[in-house]
């Protein structure tokens, strides 16, 4: 206010300073009628001048506001915030002293929070899959070791085959409402044999698996699934793949309606703040309604890692090399290109890339 009463004041005084020169000194008389004229258009420049410095007090003062109002919630959250530590903290020191008098109450107390803690920080994990050893397959069911880049993966997936219907059945109901996520759990094991590689036992070697990662060739699978998982939340946003995505799955294969356990406040911040509109752009560019596409994606997603078990990863036959800088007899050591070797040089060996039509491979 009172910046806006001394601009007032400033116009005021350069307008009648400015009025009387150009009347008495530097155009000499005028008539009335210019005066008035002259008069007007000062009024009118000092008015527009006023109401454009009102508008932007008027911002200022708004913005001045709304940062006030902010910094009292916030104040107040931090005080409730502290208060509530407090609380907790009187309340522990009262179960400590109860504790040491030896009160079964403590005690009670004591155990339901170490369970209750336990289980939500404990990781959730997808169900494992059958293991397979190679055992389970017989000589003539794959070919001599000439003919294939690794043994352990002809023998793995041997006798295997993808279910072409139920992989099919996937792509198509993805994205309705009943289509539940234990059903699409089952249904992943049930079409994509892939899945089984993470937990192969080399009976040779009497060891399970490891992973180039770092990673255990149990995580991968871990990992793997939570790929999966993701497709099928990215292609339902408008139903329950927001929350999926943020919140993840509870013990019964329900998707929670809020935020918990140990990033509870990350997971509702992503929640509120991502922007689901470029996702769903992303999504629908990519895969739109096509089953052909979404078959594609979730066969890719199933087999996409399987490289990085050790016991996996091919070697280079003479007709090939080199590939990519490999030699013949060398064995791919990188997941991504050992794969790519596989798919281009060695298709059948993957029940999931078999089962594809040519365009999608």
């Keep these: 206010v009172a910046i806006r009463v001394s601009r ?66 916030v104040e107040k959250q931090k005080a409730a915030y502290e208060k509530q530590q407090q609380f907790l903290q009187e309340m522990e020191e009262r179960l400590d002293a109860m504790r040491t008098m030896g009160s079964p109450v403590a005690t009670s107390v004591t155990k339901k929070s170490s369970r209750q803690e336990e289980q939500n920080t404990r990781p959730l994990q997808a169900p494992l899959p059958s293991p397979k050893s190679d055992d389970d397959s017989d000589e003539a069911h794959f070919p001599a070791a000439a003919d294939v880049p690794n043994r352990i993966l002809a023998r793995a997936m041997s006798k295997r085959q993808a279910d072409k219907n139920r992989s099919r059945k996937i792509a198509e109901q993805i994205k309705k409402p009943n289509y539940g996520m234990k059903e699409y759990f089952d249904d992943l094991l049930a079409a994509y044999p892939e899945l089984e590689l993470f937990l192969f036992n080399d009976a040779a070697q009497h060891r399970p698996s490891s992973a180039t990662s770092g990673h255990s060739a149990e995580k991968e699978y871990q990992r793997t699934i939570g790929a999966l998982f993701a497709v099928y939340w990215m292609l ?126």
């Design 8 to 73: 007032s004041w400033i116009l005021v005084v350069t307008t009648a300073t400015t009025y009387a020169l150009m009347s008495f000194t530097g155009f000499g008389p005028m008539p009335t009628s210019q005066h008035l004229q002259l008069t007007f258009l000062y009024v009118c420049m000092c008015l527009f001048n006023w109401f454009g410095c009102y508008i932007k007090e008027s911002e200022t003062r708004r913005r001045w506001y709304d940062n006030r109002c902010l910094r009292i919630e």
């Design 236 to 361: 339902r946003l408008e139903i329950d793949g927001k929350e999926g995505f943020c919140f993840g799955v509870d013990e019964r294969w329900c998707i929670p309606r809020e935020a918990g356990g140990e990033h509870a406040q990350k997971r509702w911040a992503f929640f509120q703040n991502m922007q689901w509109e470029d996702m769903d752009k992303v999504t629908s560019l990519a895969l739109g309604d096509s089953a052909d596409r979404i078959e594609a994606m979730l066969c890719l997603t199933a087999f996409h890692d399987i490289m990085k078990v050790q016991d996996l990863c091919p070697t280079v036959s003479p007709q090939h090399a080199p590939f990519h800088g490999y030699a013949a007899g060398a064995v791919i050591n990188d997941h991504d290109l050992a794969l790519a070797y596989i798919l281009e040089c060695y298709p059948d060996l993957l029940p999931s890339f078999r089962i594809l039509p040519q365009a999608s491979r």
